[in-house]
């Protein structure tokens, strides 16, 4: 089955700088990647999403980059606020008519500095 | 975006008792959904996958007799905890699958539900 590892574990940024948290996955069938933000007793929320047959995608300040060759995406989020601090996770899946779980990383705990 | 809403966000039941858990998709519909187990500081654990009409696909390890899944409509599932104990406390997170409209072939996930069992 898939495997996704994640990282950093934990990342401490100031405000205004950027923040990059990378993932790796193992099945080269995954196409579809998801980064969920998720604040504390909450469930977790999607902020960006990219489909293999893109490598970048930029929504305001976060942008995702995917490298299917070396099965590498990143979550790239610019000039960070201290409402970003929250735990981060991405995931992989393949899109399918009946499928669509997803495999999660590990998590990244972001902490925005003021 | 689409949205998906649980519902107890916090229950405290008695060990032994049941308690049911509902996700709804209130935009969209949805075939499949998720049920998701997350303990504190670590990542979601999926438990099992619903699929309105049939019978939940369920993860290794996950006991099915205890954790009763229901899709009955394009918009609803249920997870019930039964016989619950100590140990099931816990956040569990539904989130459903939309395949149409703008947010088409995407996963939202619901506010998730604090489960205290005492």
């Known amino acids: 089955g898939e495997n996704v590892e994640q990282h950093p574990s934990t990342l401490s940024v100031q405000e205004g700088d950027s923040a990059v948290i990378k993932c790796t996955y193992s099945d080269s069938a995954s196409n579809y990647f998801p980064w969920y933000k998720q604040e504390l007793g909450k469930g977790p929320q999607l902020i960006i999403d990219?489909?293999?047959?893109?490598g970048e995608k930029k929504d305001q300040r976060i942008a995702v980059t995917l490298n299917k060759t070396a099965k590498h995406f990143s979550l790239h989020i610019t000039e960070t606020q201290p409402e970003d601090s929250a735990v981060y996770f991405c995931a992989a899946s393949i899109l399918s008519g009946g499928g669509n779980k997803l495999t999660f990383g590990t998590g990244t705990q972001l902490k925005v500095e003021l | 975006g689409a949205v998906v809403s649980q519902h107890p966000s916090r229950v405290i039941c008695k060990s032994g008792t049941s308690v049911k858990i509902e996700c709804r998709s209130l935009?969209?519909?949805?075939?499949?959904m998720f049920w998701y187990r997350q303990f504190p500081k670590q990542s979601l654990m999926l438990m099992a996958t619903s699929n309105e009409g049939s019978k939940a696909t369920y993860e290794q390890g996950v006991e099915k007799d205890k954790f009763l899944i229901n899709h009955a409509s394009l918009t609803l599932s249920t997870l019930t905890v039964t016989s619950a104990h100590p140990e099931d406390s816990s956040f569990y997170i539904c989130?459903?699958?939309?395949?149409?409209?703008?947010?088409?072939?995407?996963?939202?996930f619901g506010e998730g539900s604090w489960l205290t069992v005492v």
């Open positions: 990219i489909r293999s047959n893109v």
């Open positions: 935009d969209f519909q949805a075939t499949t």
């Open positions: 989130s459903a699958r939309s395949l149409t409209g703008p947010s088409g072939n995407t996963i939202y």
